[in-house]
């Protein structure tokens, strides 16, 4: 029975060594023990098999034979048997498990057979998140108590929580969960794990692999390794950065900053590893003042549209800092403009004046002023575009506003055209109300040159809607663009409009209504926009209608439009029509006559990411021109493709169209086919410097009574050089085509130079070369020269303040003064090469000025005391000096003297003189060391010791020189200590 019993102890080890994990009495716990590693559940399976194997060979068979075993006894040393020689040839095939599989064992009991069904799978799992799996068990055949499930998991993969099923039985479903962590670096595609079912004696019942799909993983992560903390205005900060790989792909990132790149600009970067970049960028030398400057690195992987940026700052330390401005000043600038037209042996050229002022007067900031002032009246010179102006604009806290001089006042989109001209204009808040009245008087050209004056009104209901009045009066104009209005002179009259303004949750109302009343005629006009949006979707329309004697800029005209707009996702859809019969009131002089024009379109577009768009239009129009002779007046219906890309240095669109046109100007019944394609695109070499092109080609027969189709293709070429906020050149080349003067070409040049010296002065040059359409060996150039002197008025003085300058410097050549940090009323500087330094904006009255002592070099030290104390007087500059020299150092020791014998003490020591004291504690054998001392003579002396105790001692002078290091010996002698008895009598105590 005792061989028996030990049997089955082994047994039971058996089965308890062989489970991997803790196993519960009852069931597995939520978040099991970790798993035993492959190496040890191997090691521990061999173990056990050889001592159980020497332990049944040593006295089991002898004991058998000896007393004759029981069935029951001879059952279970069968059931031993048959468990030890499966596991004996298991451990021989077992290298890189995590729970071993075991030959359920023969009992009674009928064994479970049962099968798993993965449920409610997912077409990928995303790797880095906690993931729940449902399995469906179903039990075929036996039953139990309870079951476990756990999982043989890929490497890094970790089992959270598992379930237990309890009371199985024959024929019945259990739904089991698993939750597990898949790694952020798990390979993507297809994965297998293996579920494993173990009933509560450790018996495996059964296994079953499951395959997942893992998704692709892009994360990254950029971080700031080092950058230093401050830098001197004109050096290189140099920032280190880090990329790591979080993802499971291997990615191809485009790098960009605000600084250098020291690495190229494109990178691939394994998944699970780490890349260093370094970045460098230069500081401005004229800088003034303490300022933080920020690099940063930012990270875009080819593969995904998501950018990953760091930053790092470092403190650049000035110079010099800047005065400021003692007065509140009203800015001003003053420009003198050139102007020169060449054409063939002809040259003229003429020279203008101009003031602008725009600030406020107060500091307060409730008085606001804007003026222009150029001069002298230039308006025969059209083609230089100039001309003399005054006016002036008055605001009082935005509750007054006088506008004076040569203004064009827009009142209403109905009713008069404007009258550029000297006039004011007064607009005034009262609580909910905005009263305006004007007046203007023409004075440049004749096409309207009668006055043009009239009031208005304006009440806010609430912050939605607003209503309004007014009434306008003025007389008629000569005969304009459009040959559909004939010229009134005579007539005069007034226009009443009333508005209303309807912004509120998606919707926008603009309304007016007007009436003319003249000498001759009354009519009406109206006016209508809408725009209201339904979610994604957007509706838009307008509606415009005048009389035929309607007084105003708009006559006998009529134009409405609708249109939708829907977004969903990444589609966008359009649909929508126009048509137009506007005639305006328009000086023949600058502008020609409206055409007239139909338009039925429909759109879809779609947005790949941020980088692509691509659109399709199709769309049915007619347009004609209103001027005599026509020049065009066609049909057309085609249809409009267009591509877009937008990168971080590469920009380019594509558009092209093909389309049926007929030419109504002829007699014949005819579509033609009509192309155009468009390509352009810029591209950014390096910061600073941008180049474009473009290419355009057209074939069509809109224009001419020829009715041939006219080929011809135009170009451009331009650049864009931006070096910083002072510099600033462009310049573009287009070869050009002008269908309404004989088709011919009008190549151009434009360029631009901008040069600012600093903050007062300013250069610009602009360039115009041409050929002017229509005329023959007509090469033009028309340039522009302006300077701008920037400067302030003073109005008041608010500052009362001092400055400071000064140099660092030292006899001792290897002693470097650049970069030494000065503090003085919280402005921190750092001296230049050669040790200067200047710091304004100092309050009046005395001052202290630090100098950094961690920012000078090792062991040298300045030769004045600081602080240094500074008295600053009203708008005077004091100068300072301090020289920097090598410390010297001072080592000594105090020695006790009693008799013949010396013992070292422990004590504080002083060394000073007139400008400059060091204290310092000797340690318990009475050495002590002075370090970094200004070069002199000192006193050396001994504090915190009693006098009663040792003799006084007299200050040892010591001389200190620059860069040596000077040796002291302390003798200390002791006191005679003298014992007194006392007369009083004292009694011992037992």
């Not at 000192?938 to 006084?952: A, C, I, Q």
Request: charged residues 25%; glycine residues 6%; contains cysteine.
């Amino acid at each position: 029975m005792k061989n028996i019993a030990s049997n089955i102890s082994y047994v039971i080890l058996l089965l308890f060594f062989s489970c991997k994990g803790e196993l519960k009495n009852d069931s597995f716990d939520a978040n099991p023990s970790p798993i035993s590693t492959e190496e040890e559940s191997f090691i521990i399976e061999n173990e056990f098999i050889e001592e159980a194997s020497d332990n049944s060979q040593a006295g089991g068979e002898n004991s058998i034979k000896e007393k004759a075993p029981s069935k029951s006894n001879q059952k279970v040393q069968k059931e031993i048997e048959s468990v030890l020689t499966p596991l004996k040839q298991q451990s021989k095939q077992v290298e890189k498990q995590t729970i071993a599989a075991f030959t359920p064992l023969k009992n009674n009991s009928e064994p479970v057979e049962l099968e798993i069904e993965l449920m409610n799978t997912k077409e990928i799992y995303t790797p880095g998140k906690k993931q729940t799996l449902s399995l469906e068990v179903e039990i075929k055949k036996g039953q139990a108590d309870s079951l476990f499930i756990q999982a043989k998991m890929p490497e890094n993969w970790s089992l959270i929580s598992s379930s237990t099923l309890e009371n199985i039985q024959s024929g019945n479903k259990k739904l089991a969960l698993i939750s597990l962590y898949i790694p952020k670096n798990a390979s993507p595609g297809q994965n297998t794990f293996t579920v494993l079912v173990i009933d509560a004696n450790g018996r495996l019942i059964k296994e079953k692999e499951i395959n997942i799909e893992i998704a692709e993983n892009y994360e990254l992560e950029v971080f700031n390794i080092s950058s230093p903390q401050s830098v001197k205005a004109g050096e290189e900060i140099e920032a280190i950065y880090g990329i790591r790989n979080n993802g499971n792909m291997v990615q191809e990132l485009i790098l960009d900053s605000n600084g250098k790149i020291n690495e190229e600009e494109f990178l691939i970067i394994a998944p699970d590893s780490l890349m260093t970049i370094q970045v460098s960028k230069k500081t401005e030398a004229k800088v003034y003042y303490l300022m933080n400057v920020s690099t940063y690195l930012n990270v875009k992987s080819t593969a995904e549209d998501k950018s990953y940026r760091a930053y790092s700052s470092t403190t650049v330390f000035p110079s010099k800092i800047k005065e400021k401005d003692a007065f509140f000043r009203f800015p001003v600038r003053a420009s003198l403009n050139y102007n020169s037209h060449t054409f063939k042996k002809n040259h003229f050229s003429t020279i203008s004046a101009e003031l602008r002022g725009d600030g406020y007067l107060d500091l307060a900031k409730n008085h606001h002023l804007n003026f222009i002032f150029r001069a002298p009246q230039q308006q025969n010179l059209k083609r230089f575009g100039v001309t003399d102006q005054y006016s002036l604009i008055y605001n009082y806290k935005d509750q007054t506003t006088v506008y004076l001089g040569d203004h064009a006042y827009f009142i209403n989109r109905l009713g008069f055209d404007s009258r550029y001209g000297m006039g004011f204009r007064i607009d005034q808040k009262y609580k909910d109300w905005l009263f305006t009245a004007y007046y203007s008087n023409p004075r440049l050209y004749s096409f309207n040159s009668a006055p043009l004056y009239g009031v208005k009104s304006v009440y806010r209901v609430n912050d939605s809607l607003f209503i309004g009045a007014s009434l306008a009066a003025s007389k008629g104009t000569l005969q304009g663009a459009s040959h559909q209005i004939e010229a009134n002179p005579d007539e005069k009259g007034q226009i009443a409009t009333v508005n209303l303004d309807y912004r509120n949750h998606g919707t926008i109302i603009e309304a007016e209504f007007s009436g003319s009343f003249t000498n001759k005629a009354s009519d009406f006009a109206g006016f209508l926009n809408l725009v209201q949006n339904f979610g994604n979707l957007t509706y838009s329309g307008t509606f415009s209608i005048s009389g035929e004697d309607y007084f105003g800029a708009m006559r006998n005209s009529l134009q409405y439009s609708n249109s939708f707009f829907y977004k969903l996702n990444k589609w966008n859809f359009a649909t929508g029509q126009t048509v137009s019969k506007v005639n305006r009131n328009l000086d023949p002089l600058f502008y020609a006559a409206e055409p007239y024009y139909e338009n039925f379109y429909g759109l879809i577009g779609y947005r790949f990411n941020k980088k692509h768009f691509v659109s399709v239009r199709g769309d049915m129009r007619q347009r004609e021109d209103q001027l005599e002779p026509k020049s065009y007046f066609y049909k057309e219906h085609g249809l409009l493709y267009r591509y877009l890309y937008s990168g971080e240095r590469f920009h380019f669109n594509f558009n092209g169209r093909i389309a049926k046109t007929r030419n109504l100007l002829l007699e014949e019944n005819i579509y033609r086919n009509s192309f155009s394609h468009n390509i352009n695109g810029s591209y950014r070499l390096i910061d600073g410097i941008t180049i474009r092109a473009g290419v355009n080609h057209n074939y069509n027969n809109r224009y001419g009574r020829s009715g041939n189709s006219t080929n011809y293709t135009r170009y451009h070429l331009g650049f864009n050089y931006n070096l910083n906020r002072n510099i600033r050149i462009n310049a573009t080349y287009n070869s050009g085509f002008s269908p309404d003067d004989s088709y011919l070409r009008r190549d151009f040049i434009n360029s631009n130079i901008l040069l600012r010296l600093n903050k007062n002065h300013q250069f610009e040059l602009r360039a115009n070369y041409y050929e002017n359409a229509g005329v023959l060996n007509r090469k033009e150039l028309l340039a522009l020269g302006k300077y701008t002197y920037t400067f302030g008025v003073p109005l008041k003085r608010v500052l009362e303040q001092g400055s400071v300058e000064g140099v660092i410097f030292s006899e001792n050549p290897a002693i470097s003064v650049e970069n030494i940090k000065i503090i003085a009323a919280g402005h921190k500087i750092a001296t230049d090469k050669k040790g200067r330094f200047e710091i304004n904006n100092l309050p009046l009255g005395k001052n202290y000025l630090f100098i950094e002592e961690a920012s000078l070099p090792e062991g040298v030290v300045v030769s004045k005391k600081a602080p240094l104390e500074i008295i600053i007087r009203k708008d005077k500059t004091q100068n300072l000096s301090f020289e920097l020299v090598q410390g010297g150092k001072v080592n000594g020791s105090i020695q006790l003297i009693k008799r013949k014998d010396t013992l070292g003490y422990q004590g504080y020591i002083k060394l000073t003189n007139e400008e400059f004291s060091y204290f310092v504690e000797s340690n318990t054998n009475g050495l002590f060391s002075f370090k970094n001392i200004v070069p002199g003579n000192y006193n050396l002396d001994l504090v915190r010791f009693k006098e009663e105790d040792y003799e006084s001692m007299e200050s040892t002078q010591v001389n200190v020189k620059s860069g040596s290091i000077a040796t002291i010996l302390i003798p200390l002698t002791a006191r005679e200590r003298k014992i007194k008895f006392s007369k009083k009598n004292f009694t011992l105590g037992k």
